[in-house]
């Protein structure tokens, strides 16, 4: 089993940043990847960044330049860095396990306003 627990959401002014974290704890794996998608009201959850094996990311086109996804294998713990906040930035940011096994696990959402 393994569990996931966020923090670093909150209310910020356009331009602003923020940083969210997520350690990992439980059965994981250096080769699981690890990322963080967000979701608004009626929408479907989308894919922000994603770090795979290797420190090979991924970045939605809308984040590129903006946000930086990194971990911290020692402590288990996924960051994103996120800069140059928009209000179209505001949402629940979710983060994510792939666990080597196929297993998705989730954390339990931070809210992320974005203020203009």
């Known amino acids: 089993q393994v569990q996931l627990g966020e923090s670093g959401g909150g209310l910020v002014q356009a331009g602003g940043s923020l940083r969210l974290s997520c350690a990992a704890s439980?059965?994981?794996?250096?080769?699981?990847?690890r990322g963080w998608y967000r979701q608004t009201q009626g929408k479907q959850r989308e894919l922000v960044a994603s770090m795979a094996n290797g420190d090979r990311t991924t970045y939605a086109d809308f984040v590129k330049g903006r946000f930086t996804i990194s971990r911290d294998n020692a402590k288990n713990t996924v960051y994103l860095q996120m800069n140059s906040l928009k209000p179209e930035d505001t949402a629940v940011y979710y983060c994510?396990?792939?666990?080597?096994?196929?297993?998705?696990?989730w954390g339990q959402g931070t809210q992320v306003t974005v203020s203009s």
């Open positions: 439980g059965n994981i794996f250096w080769s699981d990847t």
């Open positions: 994510n396990l792939r666990h080597v096994s196929g297993a998705d696990y």
